[in-house]
């Protein structure tokens, strides 16, 4: 526990530490079955008399909070996180000689192949354009000062304390209280979701999410074992009376979402639609996982703070990331949780890689203490703006007759649905022979034949002209 009681101010040590310990399991960072350290140890690492303790935790009992039994120690009484993390280890001789890792689909691979080429125009991929990363800037920063430490080392299971301090701090802008303790640095979202996918979840499990889906388009959870459920989208998102009934016709395991600007379709999702999901899900035992790697890229206004800003059951786990804000190649993210899930997470981390670059968390947490990934971010929003607009613009000009789509709030991207039936598998190749790189609506949903997913994020003004121009070449040519 990095948190100590402070011995110079006036209310007393117990008092301070019954309040750490309370604001710790009403944030659900202690939930049911959390086990709290004996007496002796606490003592020692709060540096006061064991009465001190003992005190502390009478009134923590008086509030119902723990609870104590002979040979079982002292327990909290509250839960939902705790069951998933009590599953027993993967077998991973059986995964490595199985290989079950499910190879991309067709047309990921060669989405994947066709962005190195340095020629082609890329209106589907979803990252930054090389123009908006702040390389000279990088450059400057990897010039270490004398008074800053930098490890080469491996870092703490869970991540540097520094960068998760710095994480905690960051969180509180988003109303998400949550300690150093409750975070763990990964190497990017998609490893938030491999973590959760082999560190808490049986094989079978049932995942629901929102359909279409950026879980659709990787194997993360179908790879290790786990059954994809779509919750179709309506006009107010995911409805409400589905998620119980879904949940318990299936035995669904966790729900995970994309509140803020939805990967595929950029929808923003309000903030009375977050908590009535929240409450159903708390209802219904039903865990979230929150993906907010777009949350701070919004172009009109802030969104809505997160769904785990309001979570005081531990029920939801929260993904964020700098991957799609400051740069991919530093890989870069975080979960917030539960500290029984957190250690569990990093528990595994650790099997797969030892931990994420320390030099990577050294030059995030220098960003971000600097102020400077705040006015990154300012300049990041503005550019992006003024690329949609523009793509918004051309797609006036070229295919209010062919097409329909809503303009984004924030993010990457406009889910642009085609008036015709044309294929848009055929269109894809057609496009790619024209070296134009787009990512079809079959991608996120299998059964997706009218979408398009267009990114204003990475191709210039000249590329998103001359490119859906010629789309719409395309598309008129198919339609004859």
């Not at 990934?373 to 797609?395: A, F, P, T």
């Amino acid at each position: 526990m990095e948190w100590k009681p402070q011995k110079s101010i006036a209310i007393p040590l117990y008092q301070q530490i019954s309040n750490y310990m309370k604001k710790k399991i009403l944030n659900g960072e202690w939930t049911i079955g959390t086990k709290i350290p004996s007496q002796r140890i606490l003592a020692k690492q709060y540096e006061v008399n064991r009465s001190t303790i003992v005190t502390a935790l009478e009134e923590l009992t008086a509030d119902g909070l723990i609870e104590s039994n002979a040979g079982s120690g002292t327990r909290v009484i509250n839960n939902t996180w705790s069951l998933l993390a009590s599953t027993p280890p993967p077998d991973w001789i059986s995964y490595v000689r199985a290989g079950i890792h499910e190879p991309n689909i067709n047309i990921i691979q060669k989405i994947n192949e066709a962005e190195t080429n340095p020629t082609i125009i890329r209106l589907g991929t979803g990252e930054l354009s090389p123009d908006l990363l702040p390389i000279e800037q990088m450059k400057e920063f990897l010039k270490v000062n004398e008074c800053e430490t930098l490890s080469l080392g491996y870092e703490q299971p869970k991540g540097s304390l520094e960068l998760r301090e710095t994480i905690s701090q960051n969180l509180k802008r988003k109303g998400i209280e949550a300690a150093p303790a409750s975070i763990l640095v990964v190497s990017g979202a998609l490893q938030a979701l491999q973590l959760i996918s082999i560190g808490l979840l049986e094989r079978g499990s049932v995942i629901m999410h929102e359909t279409p889906s950026y879980l659709n388009s990787v194997h993360v959870f179908q790879s290790a074992g786990m059954k994809l459920l779509g919750i179709p989208q309506d006009n107010e998102r995911s409805k409400l009376d589905s998620i119980g009934r879904i949940k318990r016709q299936h035995h669904a395991s966790l729900f995970y979402m994309i509140p803020s600007f939805h990967n595929p379709t950029g929808t923003l999702m309000d903030e009375k639609r977050r908590q009535q999901i929240l409450e159903v899900c708390q209802k219904e035992s039903l865990p979230i996982i929150e993906d907010d790697v777009y949350g701070e890229l919004w172009l009109d206004s802030p969104p809505p703070n997160p769904m785990k800003a309001n979570d005081k059951q531990g029920n939801v786990l929260y993904i964020g990331s700098v991957s799609k804000s400051l740069s991919p190649g530093l890989r870069i993210g975080w979960i917030v949780g539960p500290e029984s899930v957190i250690e569990r997470l990093a528990d595994i981390k650790m099997q797969i890689d030892y931990g994420s670059s320390s030099v990577s968390q050294f030059i995030v947490n220098k960003w971000m203490k600097s102020g400077l990934y705040e006015d990154h971010l300012n300049r990041v929003r503005v550019e992006l703006k003024s690329r949609r607009d523009y793509m918004v613009e051309i797609l006036n000009t070229y295919f209010s007759d062919i097409a329909v789509w809503s303009i984004p709030k924030g993010g990457f991207y406009i889910w642009l649905q085609l008036h015709s039936g044309i294929s848009t598998q055929k269109l894809f190749e057609l496009a790619l022979q024209e070296g134009i790189l787009l990512n079809p609506g079959s991608v996120y949903d299998k059964n997706e034949q009218q979408h398009l997913r267009l990114s204003y994020s990475y191709a210039s003004l000249v590329e998103i002209e001359k490119g859906l121009k010629r789309l719409s070449e395309l598309i008129n040519g198919l339609l004859k």
